[in-house]
């Protein structure tokens, strides 16, 4: 089969690599029209195949019809406008008293507006050149992505690694194996909560959460107690909601995530172009994505072979969650199989999940009209629907810094 990796310049390349490298794959090609950077990344790719003894074919190019053309399955890890960009989004925000981040808030939105219509360019190709290939998307904001690709009519899914993380965590801490202990996962594309963690017939999250509980602030930065009067566990990014001032406080006071990544990426790159190198150095570690590969692999591998296993996955609501629209993208556990992944029965959502859940999920709505026709109303719009926007003041005061930073990428902003 053949694989396409499109972003494939991206320093994480080579941690997704690894996990590829476990599947019969023939042919993997890295597109990226970032040429230096895909030659340096290309080389320790095809290193890391053959060190394995991997018999498939690794090659790169910056042509995107080259790189989907019969292509078995497309991964999008694109990065319009770089780590720049994403400064930027860390960064602006913040002069609103906003929360400045590359997923949510205007951060997020900036971040769709620059990615949905590349993405469609992309899979408007891979529809024409590999019409029954799946696309998995890895790139975020997941949920509108993902939300853009399936309006569109795409055989596309969309995948994170939050659950992947909370299932290991648990695990661990429970004393068993990963794949004995099952998720029950609700919410959206980081807008997720923990809600069971069930192993053997018994739901043991209960007593996680009733343990001194350091591992889980650790990892959701959380207070426990919250999370007990929740009774459940709430992804990190729920953090931005549930302790936004806390969290802008700590942004105007620290390094910006984009540059700890801008500075990581430099010193992989100068490892990745050592020609002695053939595996993934332990600094990818910091770059971030931990169990994206493994998710990667295991979806991919219930795609093609049929398996029907349970993953967590960004899906079609249809009618899972009847407080949304059936065409709203959800995160929950579905049943993946050739056909793709079909959700799995949810019980009813607390009011207290399925409240902010509404509400950014007709925020994402508005955002991907915002970035399917462009317009400052429409962006204006979608800010003002936010929950961590909200006030009208606010709304626009971030729309004229979201557009002055990202008119290069917006030609209807210009």
Not at 384 to 393: E, I, S
């Amino acid at each position: 089969m053949k694989i396409a990796v499109i972003g494939g310049g991206s320093t994480y390349t080579p941690e997704l690599v690894d996990g590829l490298a476990g599947l019969p794959v023939g042919e993997l090609v890295l597109m990226d029209p970032a040429a230096d950077r895909l030659d340096l990344v290309g080389g320790l790719a095809r290193r890391m195949f053959a060190r394995l003894g991997h018999p498939g074919r690794v090659r790169w190019t910056t042509d995107l019809d080259d790189a989907v053309d019969g292509a078995t399955a497309v991964l999008l890890q694109l990065r319009v406008g770089g780590q720049r960009a994403r400064l930027g989004d860390e960064t602006w925000p913040l002069e609103c008293g906003c929360v400045g981040q590359e997923t949510t808030g205007a951060g997020g939105l900036a971040k769709a507006l620059r990615t949905v219509p590349a993405v469609l360019r992309i899979a408007g190709r891979v529809r024409e050149l590999a019409p029954e290939a799946w696309i998995v998307d890895f790139t975020n904001p997941v949920g509108i992505v993902t939300r853009a690709l399936l309006s569109a009519g795409h055989r596309a899914v969309g995948l994170c690694n939050v659950a992947m993380g909370f299932q290991r965590l648990f695990a661990r801490l429970h004393g068993c194996d990963p794949a004995a202990l099952e998720l029950e996962h609700v919410g959206l594309n980081h807008l997720s909560w923990e809600r069971a963690a069930w192993v053997d017939g018994v739901d043991v999250l209960p007593s996680l959460l009733a343990g001194d509980g350091r591992e889980l602030v650790e990892e959701t930065e959380l207070p426990l107690e919250l999370m007990r009067a929740l009774g459940a566990v709430p992804s990190y990014y729920l953090r931005y909601y549930y302790a936004h001032d806390r969290v802008v406080d700590e942004q105007r006071r620290g390094p910006r995530r984009a540059e700890q990544v801008l500075s990581i990426e430099r010193r992989l790159l100068a490892m990745y172009a050592d020609p002695e190198l053939a595996e993934k150095p332990a600094l990818l570690e910091e770059r971030g994505g931990a169990y994206y590969s493994t998710a990667a692999v295991e979806l991919l591998t219930s795609l093609l072979e049929d398996r029907g296993d349970t993953q967590v996955v960004n899906v079609r609501n249809g009618g899972t969650l009847p407080f949304l629209p059936e065409s709203a993208v959800i995160e929950v556990p579905a049943t993946v199989g050739r056909s793709g992944p079909v959700p799995v029965p949810v019980r009813p959502v607390e009011p207290l999940f399925a409240g902010l859940m509404a509400h950014v999920t007709a925020y994402e709505e508005l955002a991907l009209a915002a970035a399917l026709h462009g317009g400052r109303a429409r962006v204006e719009a979608a800010l003002l629907a936010h929950p961590l926007v909200g006030q009208y003041d606010l709304a626009r005061g971030l729309t004229d810094r979201l557009l002055a930073a990202n008119r290069e990428h917006l030609p209807w902003a210009a």
